[in-house]
């Protein structure tokens, strides 16, 4: 996968913006980065296979999980396309992998993100999505912390999607 993107100290204002929504994001190397996955999941896992070179799931994550597979596991673990510094987003886009899924229906998710894709803002993001969504006729998800509702009156977290997020972010 290209890294098209300079972080230009995105990681820093990412993180924090990330965590005022409940997200722990943390900077791996790529040899940190397998063992980093393991250390945050909780099992059964399922992922989607990560798109860079040297970085891989590990053997305890299941990847191509059948429908039983998805619903059984605690946690999932994606890579994200993409991060947004200002909102403290991450996009996930739907795959061949099941990526989508995976980053929805697990109670716990853990993103796995390349330094050089985050970007300082929405306008920046938007120039992604034109460039790289129209070429594939893609779909992309922007995240922002864990799901939560407050249809109900009281706000409930994990009723569309993960109740917690992390995302790891490989320099």
Known sequence: MAHQHSSGGGYEAFAATAAEYGV???????????????????????????????????????TDPTPAELSAATTGVTAASLAIADYGSVVLRADEHGSEPISLFTDHHVAVLHEDDIVPDMPAAFDWFGETLRESRDSAIIATGPSATADMGALVQGAHGPKTVEVLVVA
Do not use: F, M
């Not at 900077?27 to 891989?56: T, Y």
């Open 24 to 62: 722990d994001v943390r900077r791996v190397s790529p040899e940190e980065a397998e063992a980093a996955i393991e250390g945050a999941v909780d099992q059964p896992a399922v992922g989607a296979l990560l798109p860079w070179d040297g970085v891989a799931l590990p053997a305890a994550v299941t």
